[in-house]
C-alpha cells in the first residue's frame, strides 16, 4: 500500500488532469473572498474535511439500514438517507475542490484519484436511487453497498492528503515544539523599528518580530506560513482594513501583525504568535 501511494504521489500523468483542473476551478471561483469562505478560513479550520461527515455519514447508516432485512420501514429510511448524502456531497465537492487549488503537485496527484473515486462513489449511488425508486431494492442495495466500498477508497486517499501529506494542517503550529520552553531574548528594544518586520532565530524556529508604527506594542510570530511552511520573513507588508498585515510570499496569505489573524486564505488556521514580554529594555518571548 506504501508502494502504491508513492507512486500516485510521482504520478506525473495525473498533471494532465490536475493542471487543467486546478485552472478550471480558479476561473470558477475568482473571487478571493468567496475562495477564503470555502477553505473555511472564517472557522479557523479547513472546512473541506468537516462537510465530507455529513454525506459519508448519510451514506453508511444507508448500508447499515439495508444490512438489518428484519427491521421494518428500512427501505424508505435508506432511500432518504442516500438522497440526503448525495445532496450533501454538493457543499463537500466545492469545498474538496477549492482546496485542492493550493495543493502541491504531489498533493494534487493524489487529490485527484481521490475526486475520481468520490465520483465514481457519488454515480452509484445515484443509480442505487432511481434503482429503489423502480422497486429494484436488490440492486439498489447492491448498487449503494459498491458505493460505499468505493467511497471508503476516496476516503482513505483523503486521509493520506491530510496525515502524510500535510494538506490542511496548520505548519506553524508544527513549528512550535522546537521553540524551546521558557523566556527567551529576542533583543533590544531600539533593535526594532517601529512599522517594521524584522527575522529572527528562537532554538531551531524562525520568528518574526513586529514592532507596531507608535512603536508601543511587539508581536512575535513563527516564520514559517500556517498554510505550507513558506518563509514569511520573505513576505511583504500590506494594510487590510487599516491593520497591518503579512503576505506569504507562496500562496499569498495574509496575517495580521498584531495578533496573527488569518484575513485573507489560502491559509484557514490563525498564525502562531508567542507570548511577549520586556524586560530591562529586552524584548523576550515564550511559547503561548
Ligand atoms: S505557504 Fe501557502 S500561503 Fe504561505
Avoid at 520552553?181 to 528562537?202: C, K, N, Q, Y
Amino acid at each position: 500500500m506504501r508502494r502504491l501511494l508513492a507512486k500516485l504521489e510521482r504520478s506525473h500523468g495525473l498533471d494532465r488532469i490536475g493542471d487543467p483542473a486546478r485552472k478550471a476551478i480558479l476561473a470558477a471561483v475568482p473571487r478571493e473572498g468567496v475562495r477564503d469562505v470555502l477553505h473555511g478560513r472564517w472557522l479557523g479550520h479547513p472546512l473541506h474535511p468537516a462537510v465530507v461527515q455529513f454525506p459519508v455519514g448519510a451514506w453508511l447508516s444507508a448500508a447499515v439500514l439495508d444490512a438489518l432485512a428484519f427491521l421494518p420501514g428500512r427501505r424508505p429510511a435508506a432511500t432518504a438517507l442516500l438522497v440526503a448524502g448525495t445532496a450533501a456531497a454538493l457543499p463537500a465537492a466545492v469545498t474538496g475542490a477549492t482546496d485542492f487549488t493550493t495543493l502541491s503537485r504531489e498533493q494534487r496527484r493524489v487529490a485527484v484519484v481521490h475526486a475520481l473515486a468520490n465520483s465514481v462513489a457519488l454515480g452509484l449511488f445515484v443509480s442505487s436511487i432511481v434503482a429503489r425508486l423502480r422497486g429494484r431494492h436488490a440492486a439498489g442495495r447492491g448498487l449503494s453497498y459498491a458505493g460505499t466500498g468505493v467511497a471508503g477508497v476516496g476516503a482513505f486517499l483523503g486521509g493520506h492528503l491530510s496525515f502524510s501529506q500535510d494538506a490542511g494542517t496548520n505548519h506553524a503550529a508544527a513549528a512550535l515544539p522546537l521553540v524551546p520552553r521558557g523566556w527567551h531574548g529576542i533583543g533590544a528594544i531600539e533593535e526594532f523599528r517601529p512599522g517594521r518586520v524584522e527575522s529572527r532565530i528562537l532554538g531551531e524556529t524562525p520568528v518574526l518580530v513586529y514592532r507596531d508604527g507608535d512603536g508601543d506594542r511587539f508581536s512575535v510570530l513563527i516564520g514559517r506560513c500556517a498554510h505550507r511552511s513558506g518563509p514569511l520573513a520573505d513576505g511583504r507588508t500590506v494594510e487590510v482594513d487599516g491593520e497591518a498585515c503579512l503576505e506569504c510570499p507562496w500562496h499569498g496569505s495574509v496575517y495580521r501583525l498584531a495578533d496573527g489573524r488569518a484575513v485573507h486564505g489560502p491559509a484557514s488556521s490563525d498564525q502562531v504568535v508567542l507570548r511577549t514580554r520586556i524586560r530591562a529594555g529586552r524584548l523576550e518571548a515564550a511559547r503561548p
